[in-house]
Structures are given as structure tokens and as C-alpha cells.
């Protein structure tokens, strides 16, 4: 694998000026990645990239404002640490970044529902060109990786690092598919069909706020209006309208910020499809400002700014 | 005009200070027939809207929201409403993937002189809000439909991405 080893002599060349570097490792089994924070040239042996590397590693960058920290990033990372330092919530000169040219990466859930037995615990995972050969409980399971690409994978029009101080691979041309078809299956169906879905998930949410802890533009912390007392914007009572009011908090924060990492919806531990309200969200950004989140340095998120005439906005007279 | 033989329904109004509720007084005052349907809540300037107001109202029951501000170039604020008008849209064009009838809400710019035109808004929305009728609950009402959900929300429905894989 020389796209490791260029990534680690990278690494190493600029190791001595930073606070750490943060990777992936192998987490709890061969099928699980971990994040991993260089500190030494130790830990770099543990390093992994590659289809298991899911993580956003954006989401950690604003804990360690003021210090300079290298991150490893894929095509849509990127995305997600421009947006930071869009908004100057993380400055360019402490953050050094080794981009990586992605392949695209797996989803679990795709992974467990591909496999004949609940993988509880994988015993080893062999990465092919185009396969993955899992084996569980002494049964091994090869899966084209093409099935069990991420969602997001399969309309990724990034692949590449957008901004990065080193760029890992090969450059891509990428063919990205032009839209999800869940996503239009469900946009297509009726208003009544649509709230009796959400009342369902939301009546399955357990409000763990997993969704907004994996996601890298959340990032007021303690300061959540989810999670205050005063003013109480989401009561303390389970109920499917207080779950939703939450996703709708997640949502409008997000507006013309969300880089569609996907982070969201595979933190999730009780599957809600959360990105269906984010990409029909960022949708209509797009239509509207001409807008995508992370897609190039010094942009203004849309609803920071205004133009006194807006081409597309309708003056709605009655 | 009374709310006659139909049921009053809940509609939720967040006007400006200087514009649309100076609009609403001067309806008052010309003593225009309105709906009474309408709960006004008046806030300093349309810029002042969190559009999670208006989805919160949506959520705890309210039937309908409507939101008027100063016409855009006329806030007393010079910029207030320019903002509140590129979030409001978002919000429009957003909750249609949330099943909630984007009808049930409205935004619109009534200046302190155009009683008329309030009268004009207010009579529009509450006809359309009363065609669309109570807006469902998000919540069940009962103890059977709580049931109901919670053995639905254990299957576990899912989206038609997880439920199969694509090839």
C-alpha cells in the first residue's frame, strides 16, 4: 500500500512541528475503524486509510482551536474543514492537512444487512480491488465493495481533497450518479405518507444526540439550544414532536453549512435515515444561492449575508 | 367577521413592530372585517424570527403561521427582513420533506399604511388555513395509536435505503 506509506513519510515530515495528527486505527475488530491521534512517530505504525476509514476527523478540529493539529481527510472531509474555516471557526495556518484521493467507503449498515449472520464480532476483514472478504464465526462472506458503498459515495462529486497541504494518490475524475434514488422514492411520496414515516423514526429516536455530537459544523458544545433549560426549546419529554423539533433544530442550524458528510446518519444507533431531511435541505440551497457548503475557500454561508435583490426568492405578494 | 358556523382554528401570527403590526392597528382602526383566528405575537423586527418559532408553533399544534415584516429596502432596521426573507424561504421550501403541509405557513411585507392589504392577507390565509382543516398531531392522541406506534417504531420501518441494499 504506498498511498499509507506516502501518507506516513508525510506525516513524519511535519509530526515535530504539531500537537498531533489525527488518522484512523483498527478499532474494536479487523471491520472497525477507529480515530487515532498521532503523537509519535510510535503511533504511526497503527495508522490505517482506506474503505474501513469512515470517520469525519473535521468534527475534532474545533476542540483543539489554537493549537496546530494536522488532520487526514478524505474528498468529502474537505469539505467539512473549509466550511470550518469559512466560518473562522478554525484558522488555516494551524491546521495542516494530508488529503487523501478517496475510493469511497463502506457503510456498516450495508455491511451487516449484506452479511448471512449478525456480525458480532469480525474475526478478519481482506480488502480486495474491488471486494471485501469478512469473515464471521468461521464463515467467510465476499462482498463487492460496490454494494456496500456509503450512500454518499455513490453521488460523491469530491473524491479528492479540496484544499490540502499534501495530496495522498491519484487525482480522480469523478462520475457521480445523479441523484439517491431512496432520496427521490421519498421526496415523491405524499405529505401524509411523509409525516406518518417521520412520526414512526422519530417515535424510535432515543435522543442520544449522536447525531449531533458525529457532526463536524455542530459545534456549540455545552451551549446547544437542544440542550437548555432556559429557554426550554425541546422539553425533556420523549415524544416523537420533541424528537423531530430536535432534527428541525439540527436542520435550520445547518442551513447552507451542512457539507453532506454523512456523519449523522452512521452515528445513528437506531437507523433513521436523518440525511434525507440534509440533502433535500441542501437541495434547496443549491436551487436558491447557488450555494454548496465547502466547496471553496472564503465563501459566506448564505443565510450570513443578503442581497438587497434576490433573483430567486419571490417577493410573495398576495 | 365572527367565526360562524366553523370551528376557530389556531393561527399563529409573529409581526414586526413598525411595519405589519402598525398595518394590523390601522385594519383596526378603519374598522376592516377580519378573521378572528388569528393570535398576533408582536416582535421588534421580522430579522427577529427564529424560523424554529414558526416550527415550533407547527409542532405544539398551531393550524397555521403567518410572518409579516416591513417590505424588503423598508426595514426600520435597514437590514432585518433581508435576512429574515433568505431564512423564512429556506424554511418554506423545507418543509414539504417533513410531511407538513408547507401551506400552514406564510410569510409576507405589510407596511404601517396598508390596513387594506392586512385585511387582504389575514382574510386569504384563514380561508386557506380553514380549507386545509386542524393540522394532524405529531403526537398520538390515544392510548391505541401510541400503541400502534410503538410496535411500528420496534419493526422499525426504516427508509427504502436500509431497508434493501442497492445493487
Known amino acids: 500500500m504506498s498511498q499509507l506509506d506516502d501518507l506516513k513519510t508525510a506525516i513524519k515530515s511535519r509530526l515535530g512541528e504539531l500537537e498531533c495528527v489525527i488518522g484512523w486505527e483498527q478499532g474494536y475488530d479487523p471491520l472497525h475503524a477507529t480515530p487515532l491521534f498521532i503523537r509519535s512517530e510510535a503511533d504511526l505504525d497503527r495508522l490505517i486509510i482506506g474503505p474501513l476509514a469512515v470517520h469525519n476527523l473535521a468534527t475534532y478540529l474545533t476542540g483543539w482551536k489554537g493549537k496546530k493539529v494536522g488532520v487526514v481527510v478524505k474528498g468529502c472531509d474537505s469539505r467539512s474543514v473549509i466550511e470550518l474555516m469559512n466560518e473562522k471557526l478554525v484558522s488555516r495556518d494551524d491546521v495542516v492537512i494530508f488529503g487523501l484521493c478517496c475510493d469511497g467507503v463502506v457503510s456498516q449498515r450495508k455491511i451487516r444487512a449484506a452479511l448471512p449472520a449478525d456480525p458480532g464480532f469480525v474475526e478478519s476483514v481482506e480488502i480486495g480491488a474491488d471486494s471485501l472478504k469478512v469473515t464471521v464465526a468461521g464463515q467467510a462472506a465476499t462482498l463487492r465493495l460496490a454494494d456496500v458503498q456509503a450512500d454518499k459515495c455513490l453521488v460523491c462529486d469530491t473524491p479528492d481533497a479540496i484544499v490540502s497541504d499534501f495530496l495522498i494518490g491519484k487525482a480522480h475524475t469523478p462520475a457521480p450518479a445523479p441523484s439517491l434514488k431512496c432520496q427521490d422514492e421519498f421526496e415523491a411520496k405524499s405529505d401524509a405518507e411523509k409525516f406518518a414515516f417521520w412520526q414512526e423514526t422519530m417515535g424510535r429516536c432515543i435522543r442520544c444526540y449522536a447525531c449531533r455530537n458525529a457532526c463536524p459544523m455542530c459545534v456549540c458544545r455545552d451551549y446547544c439550544i437542544a440542550t437548555s433549560r432556559d429557554p426550554l426549546w425541546v422539553s425533556q419529554e420523549n415524544l416523537p414532536s420533541e424528537n423531530m423539533m430536535f432534527q428541525m433544530i439540527h436542520v435550520s442550524h445547518l442551513a447552507g453549512r451542512c457539507t453532506e458528510c454523512g456523519e449523522c446518519e452512521r452515528a445513528c444507533p437506531v437507523d433513521i435515515p436523518l440525511m434525507l431531511l440534509r440533502r433535500y435541505m441542501n437541495k434547496q440551497v443549491r436551487d436558491v444561492f447557488k450555494h454548496e457548503a465547502g466547496k471553496a475557500l472564503d465563501q459566506t454561508p448564505p443565510l450570513l449575508t443578503f442581497k438587497v435583490e434576490e433573483e430567486r426568492i419571490n417577493e410573495r405578494g398576495w | ?167
Open chain 2, 1 to 167: 367577521m365572527p367565526a360562524q358556523d366553523v370551528r376557530e382554528l389556531r393561527i399563529v401570527g409573529f409581526l414586526c413592530n413598525w411595519c405589519s403590526y402598525g398595518g394590523a392597528d390601522t385594519a383596526g382602526v378603519g374598522r376592516f372585517t377580519q378573521p378572528t383566528d388569528l393570535r398576533i405575537i408582536r416582535v421588534p423586527c421580522s430579522g427577529r424570527i427564529d424560523p424554529l418559532f414558526i416550527v415550533r408553533a407547527l409542532m405544539n399544534g398551531a393550524d397555521g403561521v403567518l410572518v409579516s415584516g416591513c417590505h424588503p429596502r423598508d426595514c426600520h432596521y435597514a437590514e432585518g427582513n433581508f435576512y429574515a426573507r433568505r431564512r423564512l424561504e429556506m424554511l418554506k421550501r423545507f418543509l414539504p420533506i417533513t410531511g407538513i403541509d408547507e401551506r400552514r405557513f406564510e410569510y409576507t411585507w405589510v407596511s404601517a399604511s396598508e390596513g387594506q392589504r392586512w385585511q387582504h392577507v389575514v382574510t386569504e390565509f384563514t380561508r386557506r388555513i380553514h380549507e386545509l382543516g386542524p393540522a394532524p398531531s405529531f403526537n398520538p392522541k390515544s392510548d391505541v395509536d401510541w400503541n400502534a406506534l410503538a410496535v411500528k417504531a420496534s419493526q422499525g420501518q426504516g427508509c427504502p435505503c436500509h431497508g434493501s441494499i442497492q445493487a
